[in-house]
């Protein structure tokens, strides 16, 4: 299973929604402290296991997270640590990139999310405690939806339902918005802990799964919030992302602090079914491929890109 | 094709939140869901509102939380957020603050005259935890609030520790001061008297004649009066005599008024003699004893806990970081900049750059085909002859399926080949963009617009959607394409209404199991605008 090695730490990796092999990674120089940041646009190789570069963009700040655009195969969006997002067109030269600019956060972004039914809107999340609604057309934003008391860091668009989407933040909870309301239509007070990542269940739309600094996964059903329907605990520390399989309805893959990705099936008694400790730092990035069933590909502050089929070990030539 | 159950946006209302096709179940599920709701709002809800209605005893926690003064000078946001941690829903907190000002002002009136009344008072109504640091707090500072029951008994122990401790004092100085000064004196007027005693030894002789004369003059004395005493006697028995003397004549007079009294009774009526009686009133004065102290107690049992909530991770965890990275904050910390930063312009040259058209059609979710709507399934069955058509669509041109390998990444485990089968992305099928594909497989699979819901209240959905000035498209991939030519407000109503007639018609299309001319007529003018760009 190739690798690849970034110049910068690693925070965010995505597999683009239109090339099986092509994925996008964002970096921070000095763990996203202080320095420079750079998107990654890599690709697979068919026949060798080898990952190539396509291009990179380099940014002044560092990249908390990357997402591709849902309705323009070669566009991505990054998330920078100055409160601004840049736009790639990996289709036009170099010089040409980055086609927009779009600043209005007060602090760093930490979280993108693509609408993958209506493919034209995305979400930032951001430390100053607001989420933000953009269109690739536009310069400004569309809407901006403020109550979360603290960061929010990370915003996840329903499947299904195209207004309907959730955030993530360090005030302890999870709000779900639906962008024709004014406000939050739901708190869940999930965990006692900051609430570091949420996703939706693919085939569930009613499901929602939150990792939380208390080293636990909570996945939640909206129409009964109150009790969680399941609690993952195996990780050692913060879990940092946590992301629901396209293909499989009870998967999802998670990435934490304790430098492993684990893979659960929430509705089996034992939960954890896989564990991959590949990277030597905190993992902090992970993704599956919608294209691909079982490809997954995860990233760290060990400078590292893994991509690697489920059930393989990922440090496997 | 078959007739389907796929559900048409604009049906009902209810279904509007199941835009997306479902099983039957699942529409039934939430169409039960929408009902409960439905009483509760009027605009139909989806399932990602909260329906519970307001809890009672959660609205009047929050009150008393609200109404605590250390809480009361805190900001909004922070009360709010730590209700929402609580688990309450946000009506319950906008009922919590609506209601806070009135409790406080109607039950403690006469309170507000007094500090210490009010505070104890307060101390009475609100919560617990706020308390369980003020009595800590004000205890070891000492007694300088005297206000509260509570400080009693710190008050009496600290007085006799006070007073023991003082009566020690007292028995010690007595015993290192005062004992010495006494055997001092002691021992002083001792030997005063040794010295007394040896001067009057030499004075004797003359002691002893004075002490004659002295006799003598007593004995004078006492023979004076011894005669005195006599004479006084004498005189005294002379006058008892006549005391006695006196006595008989005044029983004698006494005798005769009586006698003359009777006779005079007996001759005039009878005379009445009136007493008075005195009686004496006691007092008695019933005393109430009403001096009750009754003690309030300070804590009132009540869920919400109120400790100060630190936002550190759990306690076992704070996970090792790397070195570097400790030692980048340090240099951070010092005011050192890392020394491989580098000055980057990442502005855009152009920020009005056009973005170039995409080569390839969205592909559809596998959630969606999965769950999609029957006439799809047809598309799943044919597709498991297209299944390895996956790499066609990649923009490199390199080995294309049919050939001997499939790329390494595509590999998959044996066990869960068989089951990817039907799970497989559905393919999107190529449009005339594409140059050197394969010939298309024979049953055209042609790319179904995912169907965004329907707007069941354009005003309102475009109301919302006006942040500032310009408001929102709702986009599917063909009015994107046109977005240039939105921007006028004025169209947007008629967009919306073109928007949502294209969607029913498409959906209405797709019902009657259609490939038909209306999928080509929608991919047609999307090949024309591509053109036009």
């Not at chain 1, 990357?66 to 601004?84: F, K, Q, R, T």
């Not at chain 1, 951001?126 to 915003?155: G, I, N, Q």
């Not at chain 2, 297209?386 to 490199?396: A, F, K, P, R, S």
């Not at chain 2, 390494?408 to 594909?437: C, L, S």
Request: charge should be negative.
């Amino acid at each position: 299973m190739p690798v690849f090695k970034t110049p910068f730490n690693g925070y965010s990796v995505r597999f683009s929604p239109f090339y099986e092999s092509r994925l996008a990674v964002a970096t921070a120089q000095n763990f996203g402290i202080l320095g420079n940041g750079r998107v990654h646009v890599i690709d697979l190789s068919p026949s060798s296991p080898v990952i190539n570069e396509l291009i990179a963009f380099d940014t002044a700040d560092g990249v908390y997270d990357v997402a591709w655009s849902e309705s323009h195969d070669s566009v991505l969006v990054a998330a920078v640590a100055d409160g601004s997002m840049k736009v790639y067109d990996t289709a036009l030269p170099p010089q040409a990139n980055p086609v927009r600019s779009l600043k209005e956060h007060a602090r760093e972004v930490h979280g993108l999310d693509y609408n993958p039914t209506r493919r034209d809107s995305f979400l930032s999340a951001s430390w100053d405690d607001s989420v933000k609604l953009w269109t690739l057309d536009r310069p400004a934003s569309l809407r901006t939806f403020r109550e979360h008391a603290y960061c929010v860091y990370s915003v996840a668009w329903n499947p299904k339902h195209a207004d309907v989407f959730a955030s993530a933040s360090g005030d302890c909870t999870v709000r779900i918005w639906d962008v024709r309301e004014p406000g939050s239509t739901m708190i869940i007070p999930g965990h006692e802990h900051e609430i570091l990542s949420c996703d939706w269940n693919k085939y569930d739309e009613c499901l929602i799964a939150t990792a939380s600094v208390d080293k636990s996964i909570k996945i939640w059903d909206v129409r009964n919030y109150r009790v969680p329907v399941s609690a993952l605990n195996g990780h050692g520390y913060a879990v940092r992302k946590i992301k629901f399989s396209p293909h499989r309805r009870n998967l999802l893959v998670s990435c934490s602090y304790d430098m492993t990705v684990c893979l659960w099936d929430f509705m089996v008694e034992d939960a954890l079914v896989g564990r991959y400790d590949h990277h030597t730092e905190f993992a902090v990035g992970v993704d599956l491929s919608v294209l691909v069933d079982g490809l997954m590909a995860s990233t760290g502050w060990d400078e590292l890109v893994y991509v690697w089929q489920q059930g393989m070990d990922p440090r496997t030539a | 094709m078959t007739m389907t159950q796929s559900p048409s946006p604009p049906n009902s209302n209810d279904d509007k939140p199941q835009a997306v096709s479902e099983v039957a179940q699942e529409a039934n599920q939430a169409q039960q869901d929408v009902g409960a709701e439905a009483a509760k709002q009027s605009v139909p809800a989806s399932v990602f509102v909260n329906s519970e209605p307001i809890r009672e005893d959660q609205v009047s926690n929050a009150v008393k939380f609200l109404s605590h003064p250390k809480v009361r000078g805190s900001p909004v946001i922070y009360r709010r957020s730590f209700l929402e941690r609580k688990g309450l829903t946000k009506e319950e907190i906008d009922e919590a603050f609506r209601r806070v000002p009135d409790p406080t002002s109607s039950s403690k009136p006469a309170s507000l005259n007094q500090d210490g009344q009010a505070k104890s008072s307060s101390n009475v109504q609100t919560q617990a935890p706020i308390q369980t640091p003020q009595p800590v707090a004000v205890a070891p500072t000492g007694i300088a609030s005297l206000e509260g029951r509570q400080f009693h008994w710190y008050h009496a122990v600290s007085a006799v520790g006070l007073l023991a401790a003082s009566g020690c004092g007292t028995a010690l100085l007595i015993k290192k001061v005062i004992i010495p000064k006494l055997k001092l004196w002691v021992r002083k007027v001792v030997l005063e008297e040794e010295n007394d005693y040896a001067k009057k030894i030499d004075a004797k002789p003359s002691l002893a004649e004075e002490a004659a004369a002295a006799a003598k003059a007593a004995a004078a004395a006492a023979s004076d009066v011894a005669k005195a005493s006599q004479e006084m006697l004498n005189s005294k028995n002379e006058e008892r005599r006549r005391f006695e003397e006196f006595m008989s004549l005044m029983d004698a007079q006494v005798q005769e008024m009586k006698s003359m009294s009777n006779s005079i009774r007996k001759l005039g009526g009878q005379a009445s003699s009136s007493g008075r009686v005195f009686s004496d009133h006691d007092d008695h004065r019933v005393s109430a004893s009403s001096t009750k102290q009754s003690y309030a107690n300070g804590k009132v049992d009540v869920n919400v806990q109120l400790e100060g909530r630190s936002s550190t991770p759990p306690a076992s965890a704070e996970p090792p970081h790397p070195k570097s990275y400790m030692e980048i904050m340090e240099m951070i910390q010092r005011g050192e900049k890392p020394s491989n930063i580098r000055e980057v312009n990442d502005m855009p040259p152009n920020p009005n750059q056009p973005l170039s058209n995409p080569l390839i059609a969205p592909r559809t979710k596998p959630w969606d085909a999965q769950n999609g709507s029957d006439h799809q399934v047809l598309q799943s069955q044919t597709s498991a002859e297209g299944l390895n058509q996956n790499g066609q669509d990649d923009g490199l041109n390199y080995l294309l399926d049919d050939e001997s390998s499939t790329p390494w990444w595509q590999r998959k485990n044996v066990r869960i080949t068989e089951i990817e089968n039907e799970d497989e992305v559905k393919d999107t099928g190529p449009y005339g963009v594409r140059t050197n594909e394969q010939p298309p497989p024979p049953i055209q699979r042609t790319w179904v617009p995912p169907r965004p819901p329907p707007v069941a209240m354009p005003e309102a959905a475009e109301a919302i959607r006006r942040p500032k000035s310009t408001p929102k498209e709702t986009a599917t991939q063909e009015q994107s394409a046109d977005g240039q030519s939105a921007a006028h407000p004025s169209e947007v109503t008629d967009e919306l209404q073109r928007i949502t007639k294209m969607s029913e018609s498409v959906g209405a299309l797709e019902m009657n199991g259609g490939f038909s001319t209306g999928n080509s007529a929608v991919i047609q003018e999307q090949e024309n605008s591509y053109g036009e760009n």
